[in-house]
């Protein structure tokens, strides 16, 4: 079993719609958790940390479920630029050393 | 002004032959990581540097093998290049535990 895994879509979301998915992880002892989004073609970019109360940014919430080990991701208002892969990380030790999950890919259509 | 600089961008090359790519960030972070991501979108960890020192080395070739000369730079070199080895390599850096930043990417293609 991987440590990250995530459904790898493709979701496709009528712009405006919402959609959301999520990551789960197998070690418990993970202690911090990341959403990155990846164009293709190109490198992850942060877009935000998951936080253990959940935390949003703008039309992005991230919500943290320790007891049943996923982390999810929310988009609200799809735009057409939201489309891109969203890979999950996650960390175990002081180390930094990251897991990521394989990605979920999201086409947002007109 | 880029954060976090890999070159070259794309690397073409034959197997058997031997290659380096490089890698800087001038964001004065402290660790410094290569991650290879393969054709299925993987990300997996390679090596990680803190202020020159190897801290994590995964279960690579030994055909692979990172120096750093000082902790803004991060450099990978490949021996003997094989057909498996075409992936993209990210480079990236962290003040542990933050977050990454990664570089653009090296599109490696072993023909």
């Known amino acids: 079993r991987k440590e990250v895994e995530q459904d790898p879509g493709p979701f496709n979301v009528p712009e405006g719609a919402t959609v959301a998915f999520n990551c789960t992880y197998s070690?418990?002892?993970?202690?911090?958790f990341f959403w990155y989004r990846q164009d293709c073609r190109k490198e992850p970019k942060l877009l935000m940390s998951?936080?253990?109360s959940g935390n949003e940014d703008g039309r992005f919430t991230a919500q943290l479920n320790r007891a049943s080990q996923y982390i999810s991701l929310l988009i609200r208002d799809s735009k057409l630029s939201d489309s891109a892969t969203y890979l999950c990380?996650?960390?175990?030790?002081?180390?930094?050393?990251?897991?990521f999950g394989a990605g979920t890919q999201v086409v947002v259509t007109p | 002004d880029t954060a976090v600089s890999q070159t070259p961008k794309y690397l073409v090359t034959q197997m058997g032959n031997d290659k380096s790519i490089k890698c800087e960030q001038n964001?004065?972070?402290?660790?410094m990581y290569w991650y290879k991501q393969d054709s299925k979108k993987f990300l997996k960890i390679m090596f990680s540097?803190?202020?020159?020192?190897?801290?994590i080395n995964e279960t690579v070739p030994n055909r692979f093998s990172p120096k750093s000369p000082d902790k803004a730079h991060l450099n990978l070199h490949i021996n003997s290049l094989e057909l498996g080895d075409s992936a993209v390599y990210f480079c990236?850096?962290?003040?542990?535990?933050?977050?990454?930043?990664f570089g653009s990417g090296t599109r490696l293609t072993v023909v």
């Open positions: 990236a850096s962290s003040r542990r535990p933050k977050s990454y930043t």
């Open positions: 070690n418990s002892a993970s202690q911090s």
């Open positions: 998951v936080y253990s």
């Open positions: 990380a996650v960390t175990t030790d002081s180390w930094g050393k990251f897991q």
């Open positions: 964001l004065g972070h402290d660790t």
């Open positions: 540097y803190n202020n020159k020192e190897l801290i």
